[in-house]
């Protein structure tokens, strides 16, 4: 017997098996998957949400944000594919799970992060790119001599994060993970 919901049930266990391509391009020992990944922003949300946005509202926009990633893998700045491009994809990615579902409120809310149009979406934002750095210095205090700076300076024709963190919370967090990486380099 199988039920409407068979095909987004199976699509978040492939993201449980999608390495995040970042970290087997810097030949990371044992990376996360999407599903990893996806899971600590969703804590982040929880824990670091500023009273005036809506925790639930930020939480589910993180549980779901990389789940089209299960159907056209995790594309990076590196991959050579235009933001436009990724976007289409991803989008007819979250139409196909819409349409498995009968229901498009979570394409609604992918669309809604992707388009920044609410401080919640931006919030999340935030926490995506604010999870990579946290997992980027575990990485590093995990392999002794391994350098993930690159990930620090930000992507394709973005000078880095230090004017990026907006939230009081995100910036909090993001300025202890720096911090910490200048009292190692002296």
């Known amino acids: 017997m199988s039920t409407k919901y068979d095909r987004a ?3 978040c266990g492939v993201l449980k098996r999608i390495p995040r391509t970042g970290w087997v391009r810097n030949k990371v020992n044992d990376p996360e998957s999407v599903a990893d990944h996806s899971m600590r922003v969703s804590f982040l949300a929880m824990i670091l949400c500023p009273p ?6 930020a939480v589910q926009m993180a549980l779901i944000h990389d789940l ?3 159907i056209v893998s995790d594309i990076t700045p590196l991959d050579g594919v235009t933001h436009e491009d990724k976007y289409q994809r991803e989008n007819n990615a979250w139409t196909q799970i819409s349409q498995s579902l009968n229901n498009d409120e979570m394409q609604k809310m992918w669309q809604e992060m992707e388009e920044g149009k ?3 979406a931006r919030f999340v934002f935030e926490l ?9 210095e575990e990485y590093e205090n995990l392999q002794p ?6 990930f620090f300076k930000g992507y394709k024709g973005f000078a880095g994060y230090d004017d990026f963190f907006t939230f009081k919370e995100t910036k909090e967090v993001y ?6 990486r200048k009292a190692k380099e002296k």
């Open 52 to 57: 005036d946005l809506n925790k639930d509202k």
């Open 118 to 120: 609410t401080r919640e």
């Open 145 to 150: 001599g391994l350098d993930l700076t690159q």
């Open 175 to 180: 300025d202890a993970i720096i911090e910490r």
């Open 68 to 70: 089209a990633e299960s």
């Open 128 to 136: 995506d790119k604010l999870e990579m750095l946290i997992q980027a």
């Open 9 to 11: 049930i199976e699509l």
